[in-house]
């Protein structure tokens, strides 16, 4: 079972490049925003209590999000693997993951990280929110506020990863289908070395 953990700041990419990674390796795709967002416009009491948090540019809390998510993984009991795109965001979401995981049979593969600057970022996002009307992407301080937090408690994550050897860094700045192509060398080397 291929199980990838697509990592990177707001604005990096992840939701493109996981819907093309979807169909070359025939994946499910667990995005928690997407999951965040589902709930929050179905307002179920974990979605209405996840906007909370998401309207201030916060984390939501690690249980909430945990629930969310093994509700979703549930829900593909036949699938050839996932792709966890936003997800694990703490130390304490990746041991829960991985917990979880282990009681399947299976294990994270590979997280794959991209790297994209501030600027670019910020850039990124402010056009997206233009573009999908997205509240949390046209306010500039709030995108600043989500990196921010990203770098001081999502990015510890790597190192819980990178410990276990399943760490790789790419460079998610380029054409879709340059950064496609990066990622694609790194998990096919990744699974031959299995």
């Known amino acids: 079972m291929l199980n990838i953990v697509l990592f990177g700041p707001p604005g990096a990419g992840k939701g493109t490049q996981a819907e093309?990674?979807?169909t070359k390796y025939n994946l499910a795709h667990l995005s928690t925003g997407d999951i965040f967002r589902t709930n929050i416009k179905g307002e179920t009491k974990l979605g209405v209590l996840a906007k909370s948090y998401m309207d201030?540019?916060?984390?939501?809390?690690?249980?909430?999000?945990?629930?969310?998510?093994?509700?979703?993984v549930n829900k593909n009991?036949?699938?050839?693997?996932?792709?966890?795109?936003?997800?694990?965001?703490?130390t304490t979401q990746a041991e829960a993951l991985a917990d979880f995981l282990?009681?399947?049979?299976t294990e994270i593969t590979i997280m794959l990280a991209l790297e994209v600057v501030e600027?670019?970022?910020?850039?990124?996002?402010?056009?997206?929110?233009?573009?999908?009307?997205?509240a949390d992407d046209q306010d500039e301080n709030i995108i600043t506020n989500?990196?921010?937090?990203?770098?001081?408690q999502t990015a510890v994550?790597?190192?819980f990863y990178n410990a276990q050897n399943k760490f790789q860094k790419v460079d998610g700045?380029?054409?879709?289908?340059?950064?496609?192509?990066?990622?694609c060398s790194v998990i096919d080397t990744q699974q031959v070395s299995l």
């Open 20 to 22: 093309k990674l979807i």
């Open 56 to 72: 201030e540019g916060d984390l939501v809390p690690d249980e909430v999000t945990i629930k969310m998510l093994e509700a979703e």
């Open 77 to 90: 009991p036949e699938s050839t693997g996932f792709i966890f795109d936003g997800f694990p965001r703490t």
């Open 102 to 105: 282990k009681g399947k049979g």
């Open 119 to 134: 600027e670019e970022l910020i850039k990124r996002l402010l056009s997206r929110g233009r573009d999908s009307g997205r």
């Open 146 to 152: 989500r990196i921010k937090v990203y770098n001081e």
């Open 157 to 159: 994550v790597a190192d």
């Open 173 to 183: 700045v380029g054409s879709i289908d340059e950064i496609f192509d990066r990622l």
